[in-house]
């Protein structure tokens, strides 16, 4: 079983507030992701990072910011939520093992801005 | 830019059907494909990953091909059962690392 997780799992907040959602995972796993994906609809890559102190953004121009100053942490924060924020956000790491990369997903947090 | 297409959208069988979920890509120089289960309200959870090299995967009633050429991947699930109802989705990972192209998803639902 993958040890990745993600909090809050559920989130209302009201426009405008200050939002962080985080992201552990305790495999030592450089790569990194962050998706969003909306009811019924693809996954997009938002985010992403190869270790500690990168950070680039993916294919859907996001709002959102990361860091990574450690490499089990990969927190997204945004400044100023919106209603179009509202999504889900799924974090993911990979094992870059000898058979292949192997992606682990968190549960995702699920973000209602009202 | 890569895009991934999933057939059908939705899908309902009765239980212990054997049946068959399409993913297309269009860009052949992929490095590999995973099959994903979403349940509702959960994250994904990685069922099969075929690396660009091999042909097929295999695990307990689950069967994924791949044929880069004509850049498609099926996903075959044998003797449904209703705990098999859920979203899956392909996804393709691309070559010069792991980031991944996700299709909008087959969504199953086995009827007991």
């Known amino acids: 079983e993958a040890d990745i997780y993600q909090t809050p799992r559920y989130l209302v907040i009201g426009t405008g507030k200050k939002i962080t959602l985080e992201c552990s995972q305790t495999m030592g796993h450089d790569k990194m992701y962050w998706y969003q994906q909306d009811p019924g609809m693809e996954l997009h890559l938002i985010h992403y990072?190869?270790?500690?102190?990168?950070?680039e953004k993916g294919d859907l121009s996001s709002e959102s910011t990361v860091s990574r100053i450690r490499t089990e942490h990969f927190p997204l924060t945004l400044e100023s939520a919106r209603p179009s924020h509202t999504s889900q956000y799924l974090c993911?790491?990979?094992?870059?093992?000898?058979?292949?990369?192997?992606?682990?997903f968190g549960e995702g947090s699920w973000l209602t801005v009202v | 830019k890569q895009e991934v297409t999933q057939i059908p959208a939705a899908l309902s069988v009765p239980e212990g059907e054997n049946l068959v979920l399409n993913c297309s890509f269009t860009?052949?120089?992929?490095?590999?494909l995973q099959w994903f289960r979403q349940d509702p309200g959960k994250g994904l959870t990685s069922l099969l990953l075929?690396?660009?090299?091999?042909r097929e995967q295999t695990s307990g009633r689950l069967n994924a091909s791949l044929d880069k050429s004509s850049g498609r991947s099926t996903l075959y699930i044998a003797a449904s059962q209703p705990g098999d109802s859920a979203t899956y989705l392909c996804a393709v990972g691309e070559t010069s690392g792991s980031r991944l192209t996700f299709g909008e998803g087959t969504q199953l639902t086995v009827n007991p």
């Open positions: 990072s190869y270790g500690v102190n990168s950070t």
């Open positions: 860009d052949s120089a992929i490095y590999n």
């Open positions: 993911a790491s990979v094992n870059s093992g000898t058979s292949g990369n192997t992606i682990y």
């Open positions: 075929i690396q660009s090299s091999q």
